[in-house]
């Protein structure tokens, strides 16, 4: 079983649609939760950083960590073109090895 | 956020050369760095950590001899790709840690490799 498990998709929504990505994970001991944009041949892009669990909120992003169901999930509101993308999670414990989900490709269609 | 530069972005090189890809943090210290390595349409496979000042740590099946990283300073970290063949035809990815931070992690932009 993989540390971190992610639907590679593709996810295609029409503009304007919530996009619902998502992560679960099997070692608790991670404390520190991301989720990282990666276009064609670009490195990764941070997009929210989250420590334990909770939500925290960015613009039209929002970032929810439930750690007593090892799941974690990515909320993009009034999706844009522009989104389509790929979107990582990853993870780490106390020290600073990050471990990343296989990532998830996106289309937004206009 | 903070800034992580990879230099070159894409080389093309011939088979049995070597070839070396740096990753600067451009505005804070990174004790910390990490190599990565992406197939297409797949996700970042880490090859190795990078601590400044010390050896470099491999994760299991990268060839240290093959893939020779040095983290002289605070703010750089070298990968030398040593005799290079085709099947090492890929895209690297170097991350620089924020300590100073919350310990997030940034990305230089990639370098995509041919060796011919």
């Known amino acids: 079983q993989k540390e971190v498990e992610q639907d590679p998709g593709p996810l295609s929504v029409p503009e304007g649609a919530i996009v619902s990505l998502n992560c679960t994970y099997s070692?608790?001991?991670?404390?520190?939760f991301m989720w990282y944009r990666q276009y064609s041949r670009k490195g990764p892009e941070l997009l929210m950083y989250?420590?334990?669990?909770g939500n925290k909120e960015d613009g039209r992003f929002t970032a929810q960590v439930d750690k007593s169901s090892k799941y974690i999930s990515l909320f993009i509101r009034d999706s844009q073109p522009s989104d389509s993308a790929t979107y990582l999670c990853?993870?780490?414990?106390?020290?600073?090895?990050?471990?990343f989900g296989a990532g998830t490709r996106l289309f937004v269609k206009a | 956020g903070a800034v992580v530069s990879q230099h070159p972005s894409w080389v093309i090189c011939k088979s049995g050369t070597s070839v070396k890809i740096e990753c600067r943090s451009l505005?804070?210290?990174?004790?910390?760095m990490f190599w990565y390595r992406q197939f297409p349409k797949q996700s970042l496979m880490l090859m190795a950590t990078?601590?400044?000042?010390?050896?470099?740590?491999?994760e299991q099946g990268v060839e240290k001899d093959k893939f020779l990283i040095n983290h002289a300073s605070l703010t750089l970290s070298t990968l030398t790709v040593t005799s290079a063949h085709p099947e090492d035809s890929s895209f690297y990815i170097c991350?620089?840690?924020?300590?100073?931070?919350?310990?997030?992690?940034?990305f230089g932009q990639g370098t995509r490799l041919t060796v011919v």
């Open positions: 991350s620089a840690v924020n300590v100073e931070g919350v310990g997030e992690a940034f």
């Open positions: 070692n608790s001991a991670f404390q520190y």
């Open positions: 989250t420590y334990s669990s």
């Open positions: 990853a993870m780490r414990s106390r020290g600073f090895k990050t471990i």
């Open positions: 505005d804070f210290q990174a004790t910390t």
């Open positions: 990078s601590n400044e000042g010390s050896k470099a740590t491999y």
